[in-house]
């Protein structure tokens, strides 16, 4: 069982940045495909990054150039950057892990069995 404790969320106003992190165990992020999704209520769960054992990164086309992953394995967390919000990013953000080195490359969220609880975004204009 991996527990995760997401955390960073707020208002901030389009352009500005907020950084997530993500309280896992030093063994899941050393080890495990960790990524980031995100929910508009009454929308489809969208995957926005994952981050493979070996440090491989994938980002959703919506969020490249903006959106960093990255995680600190002593620590065992996971953080992501989200730089020049826009108000399409306004969603409940989730922490997500699965249990193999390697993530596919279709961010999907089926592919993960352990989520947190999720963290609120929001961006105003």
């Known amino acids: 069982q991996v527990q995760l404790v997401e955390s960073g969320g707020g208002s901030v106003q389009a352009g500005g940045s907020l950084r997530l992190s993500c309280a896992a165990s030093?063994?899941?992020?050393?080890?495990?495909?960790m990524g980031w999704f995100r929910q508009v209520p009454g929308n489809e769960l969208e995957g926005v990054t994952t981050?493979?054992?070996?440090?491989?990164?994938m980002y959703a086309d919506s969020v490249k150039g903006r959106f960093t992953i990255s995680k600190d394995n002593a620590k065992g967390t996971l953080y992501l950057q989200l730089d020049s919000l826009k108000p399409e990013d306004t969603a409940m953000y989730y922490c997500?892990?699965?249990?193999?080195?390697?993530?596919?490359?279709?961010?999907?969220?089926?592919?993960?069995?352990?989520w947190g609880q999720g963290t609120q975004v929001t961006v105003s204009t």
């Open positions: 981050i493979s054992r070996y440090g491989t990164t």
């Open positions: 997500a892990a699965r249990p193999w080195d390697t993530c596919v490359v279709v961010l999907r969220g089926s592919d993960f069995p352990y």
């Open positions: 030093a063994y899941a992020t050393s080890n495990y495909c």
